[in-house]
């Protein structure tokens, strides 16, 4: 695996420059940096990383409003750079998919954990989403086959049993899957239905 991409967003130029080192110490690929929301969500656009660092408030467009756009788009997880006096700030930042924060000043003893823990937390978020994607399409591909086979047990005077093993024996003879054969044996009758009905 390559090195981790991360991008530092903070106001405070000496503070980002901090970051960034610790960052590049620890091993990390710093890949862009910004001072302000709205560059934030130009950058992520660009380079996609792994992990945004981002201070909380920025002149335009705060920390917060920027993590929500982002990771919208394009599913970037956030750790919130935040002072003390923010803490209200942090509660609206509940809904917003950050992964933790950080309060100023930021020590590298706090951060390279802070930024561990948040690229692993996304990488078990990444996989739970895969996980549940494959689910949903499982789920599709039982009801297209459950559909199939009911055509086939009307069409050619079956049983359930006989008509599973009808698809499965032509899926395997045809290097196809279910979901597919289910798929055209559901457009097959379609165009019958279409065809008569002309
Ligand atoms: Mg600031």
Redesign the pocket.
């Known amino acids: 695996m390559g090195k981790l991409r991360i991008m530092v967003v903070?106001?405070?130029s000496i503070l980002r420059m901090d970051i960034k080192e610790m960052l590049i110490e620890a091993g990390y690929h710093v890949v862009a940096e910004a001072n302000s929301g709205d560059k934030a969500i130009e950058l992520a656009a660009l380079h996609r990383p792994d992990l945004i660092v981002m201070?909380?408030?920025?002149p335009r467009m705060n920390g917060i409003k920027a993590s929500r756009i982002i990771y919208q788009a394009y599913q970037i997880p956030v750790l919130l750079l935040t002072?003390y006096s923010e803490r209200d700030l942090v509660e609206e930042a509940k809904n917003a998919h950050i992964l933790g924060y950080l309060v100023k000043p930021v020590s590298e003893r706090d951060l390279i954990p802070a930024v561990e823990i948040a690229l692993a937390q996304a990488s078990r978020l990444k996989t739970m989403a895969n996980d549940i994607k494959k689910m949903e399409e499982k789920i599709e591909d039982q009801k297209l086959i459950q559909r199939a086979k009911g055509i086939l047990m009307e069409v050619y005077q079956v049983s359930e049993e006989q008509a599973f093993k009808i698809l499965r024996s032509y899926s395997m003879n045809n290097g196809k899957s279910m979901k597919v054969v289910a798929d055209s044996i559901i457009i097959h009758r379609r165009l019958e239905t279409d065809v008569t009905a002309v």
Do not use: N, V
């Open positions: 903070e106001d405070e201070d909380i408030k920025m002072a």
